[in-house]
């Protein structure tokens, strides 16, 4: 880590401590409820007066949220974006840290921030962020580490290189010596707390296996070729993880030869994978990447308190609860998937897209479009455009693209930022996934711009206009 980093985090941590009383603005995804529930125990074992406010987006009408007090607002998964947001709401800079992954937009106030991306760590999220913060605090906030991990799984920090880089391996490796986290180079699959292994295997997609991606029935059949024993003595499926080693890499290397034998790339077959030794076995809390996706499912149904209270250890009413929105959450994933490939999308020449009008919560949008993407042309990013069923006038309009059109140059984020910029509305994100608010009426105009904005990035990569 680099000095100014380092130095930026204690700075946050003595603001934090010298502050009476603590208001946490987070996000409610994975990663900033991660973060709140970090910071949140942090301040709680410094002594320090805190409450939690969670926002779907720091936009104008969630401002109303941020309370007008002597508190400290610290600012997690959010607030870097939206420094001109602050300044309207006339918050000084001594009342404002911001803890944020985000790309920093200055807005005359000199906001005081934690942000790996000045310092080059673009792999740190801002639950990474936070946990660096409650470390300086207290000691004793190792036992945090698992949060900090799942929060940067959650935003995607270790999939491109399926490992994690940097402040977050160091996280990462810190919480791995003191017991709570279990480091492992693994089959690169979501599931494998919770999912048979073919059921794990023929539900993965990153790497594509022939003859057995999207097939459970023939993934079963080519384990048992394989003659690797699936079954407990009890008869029940194992899950993955509970596979002996031996068992392990036979059917890895017989995946290996499979993708080999239809030419395909064998390197995102084995990747980082991390787990929580002291959750119940099966338990989707386990492993970060499942544990990301019970609070994702608490922050898309609204309930971002269920998945901090999760993160704060409640495995009673509040997994339960949780529990019951991610059974709930894939249904609805599933009715939307299943509702895009039979309407069919409208291709342009650098963009497909489709309408779902105000079938489906806004919120989960953004999956079903990552999701689609893997049954259509994955050449051509996704739009999905859906109406707001609080606010008719105002629609979502959500963007997914492949890892392998982001190395050609894809930068959906751009894309959105001018775009939504351009038609009245707002948006974010990453490069891989983005994200706007727009008028209703300006939904034509957006996805043309959108297509034309693309169709420039394909021929210079950089930002351009429409
Ligand atoms: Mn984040």
């Known amino acids: 880590m680099m000095m100014g980093f380092r130095e930026d985090v204690a700075g946050a941590a003595a603001a934090i401590r010298a502050a009476d009383e603590v208001t946490i603005v987070s996000h409610i995804d994975a990663d ?4 709140e529930a970090i910071l ?10 805190n409450r939690s406010v969670f926002v779907r987006q720091l936009e104008p009408v969630a401002m109303r949220h941020v309370p007008k007090d002597a508190s400290l607002k610290v600012f997690t998964d959010l607030g870097a974006g939206q420094q001109n947001l602050l300044v309207e709401h006339d918050l000084s800079s001594e009342e404002v840290l911001i803890l944020d992954h985000h790309v920093s937009q200055p807005a005359g106030r000199d906001y005081r921030q934690v942000n790996g991306l000045p310092y080059g760590h673009t792999r740190l999220s801002a639950a990474g962020v936070s946990y660096l913060v409650a470390r300086d605090l207290d000691p004793s906030c190792v036992d945090l580490s698992p949060l900090a991990v799942v929060g940067n799984v959650g935003d995607m920090m270790a999939r491109t290189d399926l490992q994690m880089v940097g402040p977050a391996r160091e996280i990462l490796e810190e919480g791995n010596r003191a017991g709570y986290i279990d ?39 080519f384990l048992q070729h394989l003659g690797v024993p699936l079954q407990s003595p009890g008869g029940g499926w194992m899950v993955w993880e509970e596979i002996p080693f031996d068992g392990k890499r036979r059917i890895v290397s017989a995946l290996a030869q499979q993708l080999v034998l239809h030419g395909r790339d064998t390197s ?12 119940a076995a099966r338990s989707p809390l386990r492993n970060a990447s499942e544990y990301a996706t019970v609070l994702n499912a608490c922050g898309r149904w609204a309930k971002p308190l269920v998945g901090s209270r999760i993160c704060r250890g409640d495995r009673g009413t509040a997994y339960r609860e ?14 939307l998937l299943q509702f ?12 497909q897209y489709i309408h779902v009008g105000d079938r489906f919560p806004d919120t989960i949008i953004g999956i079903g479009a990552g999701m689609a993407l893997s049954k259509l042309n994955p050449k051509k990013p996704i739009l999905i455009l859906g109406q707001m069923a609080d606010d008719p006038l ?24 001018t775009a939504s910029a351009k038609n009245g509305g707002s948006g974010g994100g990453h490069r891989i996934a983005a994200g706007a608010y727009i008028p209703k009426e300006a939904e034509e105009r957006f996805v043309h711009c959108a297509n034309r904005l693309l169709a420039r990035q394909y021929a210079h990569p950089g930002p351009g206009h429409c």
Do not use: W
């Not at 997609?205 to 079963?220: E, H, M, R």
């Not at 895009?340 to 963009?351: A, K, M, P």
């Open 32 to 35: 900033g409820i991660a973060a």
């Open 40 to 49: 949140g125990q942090a301040l709680d074992r410094a002594g320090v007066r």
């Open 183 to 221: 480091l492992a180079r693994d089959l690169n699959c979501y599931g494998i707390s919770t999912r048979p292994a073919h059921v794990c295997l023929a539900f993965g997609d990153d790497p594509f296996i022939p003859g057995i991606s999207g097939n459970p029935t023939l993934a079963l059949s």
């Open 268 to 279: 995102r077959l084995i990747g980082e994978v991390y787990l929580f030794p002291h959750e």
């Open 322 to 335: 949780a529990e019951h929105m991610l059974t709930h959450h894939r249904g609805m994933i599933r009715e």
């Open 340 to 351: 895009i490939l039979d309407r069919g999308v409208t291709e342009l020449s650098h963009l």
């Open 394 to 417: 105002i629609s979502k309009a959500s963007l997914r693209t492949t890892d392998e059109m982001v190395r050609r140059g894809v930068d959906l984020q751009q894309v959105v930022v």
